[in-house]
Nanobody, 127 residues
């Protein structure tokens, strides 16, 4: 099992940047987990943001964040990051880190494919 803890959320003005971190702990070989970021705004369903493969060699983004957000990982540090630039008001949400142990070399974009979730970190973008 793996435990995930997100950090780095906060209040930022539109156009600003934030870097979210997700630290994994527990009985984990972090490099065997595909990782993803999701978000949920008030009154809306949880939505996919970004995903990264076990090695970090493959990534995928939601169209709404493509070219603004970057997902990365360091398997030696058991950590995945989400660099968020050019933030918009509509990026306001609770952001969740997710993990799933896999033999696949790819990534997952559906929340149903992830077994482990963090508690979330609030990102608020003021307009």
């Amino acid at each position: 099992q793996v435990q995930l803890v997100e950090s780095g959320g906060g209040l930022v003005q539109a156009g600003g940047s934030l870097r979210l971190s997700c630290a994994a702990s527990g009985r984990t070989s972090f490099s065997t987990y595909a990782m993803g970021w999701f978000r949920q705004a008030p009154g809306k369903e949880r939505e996919f943001v970004a995903a990264i493969s076990r090695s970090g060699g493959s990534t995928f983004y939601a169209e709404s964040v493509k070219d603004r957000f970057t997902i990365s990982r360091d398997n030696a540090k058991n950590t995945v990051w989400l660099q968020m630039n050019s933030l918009k008001f509509e990026d306001t949400a609770v952001y969740y880190c997710a993990a799933d142990r896999t033999y696949s070399l790819g990534y997952y974009i559906s929340d149903h494919e992830y077994s482990y979730w963090g508690q979330g970190t609030q990102v608020t973008v003021s307009s």
